[in-house]
């Protein structure tokens, strides 16, 4: 790969890299807010739906790592 290139690939995964922290940061925030709240509410669908928000947010960011990572590869 050339240096054109590779460059385009670095640039990209800067990009992945601000969204990933920009997930993680929501993801915290949202994992704070089910913590916050008393076990009654953790159970009911109000609960759910933000505990299942943090899954998601968790399998994104997830997925994100994982095109990092074949970046990386493919800059080699």
Known sequence: MNTIRRKKLTDIAAKIEEAKAGLED????????????????QA???????????????STISSLEDALA???????
């Open 26 to 41: 929501a993801r915290d925030e949202e994992q704070e807010s089910f913590d916050n709240l008393p076990e009654g509410l």
């Open 44 to 58: 009911s669908e109000r609960g759910q739906q933000s505990e299942a928000a943090v899954e998601t947010l968790e």
């Open 70 to 76: 074949s970046l990386e590869e493919a800059a080699e």
